[in-house]
């Protein structure tokens, strides 16, 4: 068990280009969570996935927001047209979906992305 | 809708002092509540949880009170150590089908030797 890892660790892009975050979970958890924090904030929830389907998305997911979990393992999750606005640490965090084990989860250290 | 409300930091506190760190939330029905600890340069981690009302959380010599007529979970922990720095976030999930946690802001803990 490697815990859930997230690639890259570290995003610059300039306003207007796409970029694409991808999470790995711990292998056996069924869901998988992603959330969104800037400095001196706690995390805010954008998605969530039980296996490859998307079950729940915040209104802060506006439509350059786009994420995915094709086969119910990894995620990924696409921002198109950047606005510095976006610049914040992406969490991915994962669980499993049964009683109170579904409660913990398991957070990956984050990609910073820095929109100039 | 639900919220977390969290002390500001940093709280600053020297080794073996008494540490509390206060949380109340706004929530319809009774949610289950978390505290989540990110250690610097490292992802959060559940520190401790409950489920219902009265329920007692502890790890690591940290504990937590679920106190429904004060709407509270409080983290204490009798003697921190340095290496208890780090930043605490308290959070719940609505008993709703929604699985997702709402988190407060975090407060920051520094503890000098």
């Known amino acids: 068990d490697t815990g859930v890892s997230q690639n890259p660790r570290h995003k610059i892009t300039k306003r207007g280009q796409n970029v694409t975050f991808r999470c790995d979970p711990i292998s056996e958890h069924n869901r998988l969570y992603w959330y969104r924090q800037t400095l001196g904030q706690g995390p805010e929830f954008l998605t969530y996935f039980q296996n490859e389907a998307q079950l729940e998305k915040s209104r802060l997911l506006s439509d350059r927001f786009s994420a995915e979990r094709p086969k119910g393992s990894f995620s990924t999750l696409e921002i198109q047209r950047t606005e510095q606005g976006d610049s914040a640490m992406y969490l991915c965090?994962?669980?499993?979906?049964?009683?109170?084990?579904?409660?913990?989860?398991?957070f990956g250290s984050g990609t910073q992305l820095s929109v100039l | 809708g639900n919220s977390v409300t969290q002390m500001e930091g940093p709280v600053t506190l020297s080794e073996e002092a008494f540490l509390t760190i206060n949380c109340t939330y706004t929530?319809?029905?009774?949610?289950?509540l978390f505290w989540y600890v990110q250690y610097p340069g490292e992802g959060l981690q559940l520190l401790l949880k409950?489920?219902?009302?009265?329920d007692k959380g502890s790890n690591k010599g940290f504990e937590a009170t679920y106190r429904k007529e004060t709407t509270s979970f409080h983290l204490e922990k009798g003697s921190v150590q340095v290496s208890d720095s780090a930043v605490y976030f308290c959070?719940?999930?609505?008993?709703?089908?929604?699985?997702?946690?709402?988190f407060g802001s975090g407060t920051r803990l520094l503890v000098r030797p």
């Open positions: 965090a994962s669980s499993l979906d049964t009683g109170e084990e579904g409660e913990k989860l398991f």
């Open positions: 409950a489920t219902k009302a009265d």
């Open positions: 929530a319809t029905g009774y949610p289950s």
């Open positions: 959070a719940l999930r609505g008993k709703d089908s929604s699985y997702k946690l709402i």
